[in-house]
């Protein structure tokens, strides 16, 4: 009866978890503040916290999920859009980048966006 309820709990930690870790990837992508950007490929880091953060009775906080992060982003500085591809944990991908500057995703946490490169033309 007790390996049950063992069983159980492990189960809906780990599902807890799953959830947990997918709310803060889906916050990574949010609009940034209005600042100056780099044209082309640049990457910045990002504070997060997520939402398991404990505050200690004697200071300091436990966050498992959260810290510093390294974003992926693209500046265009031109007046048209541009095709980019990248690769993500999901495959190869090509995205219609609008003037001004985009959030890709995270460098070092799901989907870990990475060889990012222009492509010719428009989209």
Request: some cysteine; charged content about 20%; proline content about 5%.
């Amino acid at each position: 009866m007790m390996m049950k309820t063992r069983k159980r709990l492990a189960g809906l930690l780990a599902i807890g978890l799953a959830i947990g870790g997918l709310s803060v990837a889906g916050n990574l992508v949010q609009a940034e503040p209005a600042q100056a950007y780099v044209c082309g490929y640049a990457e910045t880091i990002k504070h997060v916290d997520s939402q398991f953060k404990v505050d200690l009775p004697w200071g300091g906080s436990i966050d498992l999920f959260g810290g510093d992060v390294r974003i992926a982003n693209y500046g265009n500085c031109g007046k048209s859009n541009v095709r980019v591809t990248m690769t993500t944990d999901n495959g190869k991908k090509t995205v219609c980048i609008r003037p001004g500057n985009t959030v890709l995703g995270p460098i070092d946490r799901p989907p870990h966006v990475r060889n990012v490169a222009k492509l010719s033309g428009s989209c």
